[in-house]
Nanobody, 125 residues
Framework: QVQLVESGGGLVQAGGSLRLSCAAS????????MGWFRQTPGKEREFVAA????????SYSDSVQGRFTISRDNAKNTVYLQMNSLKPEDTAIYYC??????????????????WGQGTQVTVSS
């Protein structure tokens, strides 16, 4: 069993930056592809970014490509999402997720093995 705990959310002005962290416990996430999703009220959870177990491959949604960067530190059992040039439309609850294969994170619906509890990101205009 894997427990995922997100942190780093908060309130930031448009154009600013935040770095989210997702710390895993229970067992190592080294074998898992990891991803970030986000959700706003009344909408489905949407894919944001993903990274393979080795960090060798990353994938981004079109809406964040070039602004967000996903990375991981397997020694620390932690995944990060660096968010730059934030926009008000990035406001959402951000969730960390784990799946054995990256494509499962990108599928519709995503086939996730573990979810975190989420962290709120609010971008003011």
């Amino acid at each position: 069993q894997v427990q995922l705990v997100e942190s780093g959310g908060g309130l930031v002005q448009a154009g600013g930056s935040l770095r989210l962290s997702c710390a895993a416990s229970g067992r190592t996430i080294n074998a898992y592809s990891m991803g970030w999703f986000r959700q706003t009220p009344g909408k489905e959870r949407e894919f944001v970014a993903a990274i393979t177990w080795s960090g060798g491959t990353t994938s981004y949604s079109d809406s964040v490509q070039g602004r967000f960067t996903i990375s991981r530190d397997n020694a620390k059992n932690t995944v990060y999402l660096q968010m730059n040039s934030l926009k008000p439309e990035d406001t959402a609850i951000y969730y960390c997720a784990a799946a054995l294969i990256l494509n499962r994170l990108r599928s519709t619906p995503p086939r996730v093995d573990y979810w975190g509890q989420g962290t709120q990101v609010t971008v003011s205009s």
